[in-house]
């Protein structure tokens, strides 16, 4: 069974940095590119980056490029986004997902809350 | 502002068939993904590229693609259909991903 388990969120100040990471496993890891997505609270789903297979290509959202760095360790299964700079707009879900075709994603995890306030 | 574009709500009887729609001109060149998201829970992969629906998602879930709109139609809906429903594709430059405002179907 394919699991993603995000983990690292939390509460930080406006200007702070906070890394998430997503655990993966039941798959074959290091053959999936990989995905971040939030949501703030009430509102819909805004895709955050895109990491290839190898790490080889790597994308962001406006809104975040140049604060947000997204990484993965295939040996340890795991996929992460470091989080600088952050802004109150910043405050989301944000949830990891397999992708399959560079625009969809297959499967998801549960989503860790990232709180971005004074 | 997103570069697709969802009605914010639709509504439907229970038992009928619903269209939901995803307007974007990036759709002329890539095709929609669907979603739907119940409350408290993770996204949910429907439909994607020209034909294709996942494993376990029954085939009352379509989709297709015309000019610049994308739609998901759901024949003989359920109660437990119930939900928010997004698209998403790439964007116009073809590297990054857009998703749709949402919708939320009302089942009546």
């Known amino acids: 069974e394919v699991q993603l388990v995000e983990s690292g969120g939390g509460l930080v100040k406006p200007g702070g940095s906070l890394r998430v990471s997503c655990a993966a496993s039941g798959f074959n890891f290091s053959s999936h590119s990989l995905n971040w997505v939030r949501q703030a609270p009430g509102k819909g789903l805004e895709w955050v980056s895109f990491i290839s297979t190898t790490g080889s290509y790597i994308y962001y959202a406006d809104s975040v490029k140049g604060r947000f760095t997204i990484s993965r360790d295939n040996a340890r299964n795991s996929l992460y986004l470091q989080m600088n700079s952050l802004r109150t707009e910043d405050t989301a879900v944000y949830y990891c997902?397999?992708?399959?075709?560079?625009?969809?994603?297959?499967?998801w995890g549960q989503g860790t809350l990232v709180t971005v306030s004074s | 502002s997103s570069e697709l574009t969802q009605d914010p709500a639709v509504s439907v009887v229970l038992g009928q068939t619903v269209r939901i729609t995803c307007h974007g001109e990036?759709?002329?060149?890539?095709?929609a993904s669907w979603y739907h998201q119940k409350a408290g829970q993770a996204p949910v992969l429907l439909f994607y590229g020209e034909d294709k629906r996942p494993s376990g998602i029954p085939d009352r879930f379509s989709g297709s693609n015309s000019g610049n709109t994308a739609s998901l139609t759901i024949t003989g809906v359920r109660a437990e259909d119930e939900a928010d429903y997004y698209c998403s594709s790439r964007d116009r430059s073809g590297n990054l991903v857009v998703f749709g405002g949402g919708t939320k179907l009302t089942v009546l």
């Open positions: 990036s759709l002329r060149k890539y095709y």
């Open positions: 997902a397999t992708d399959i075709t560079g625009s969809s994603f297959d499967n």
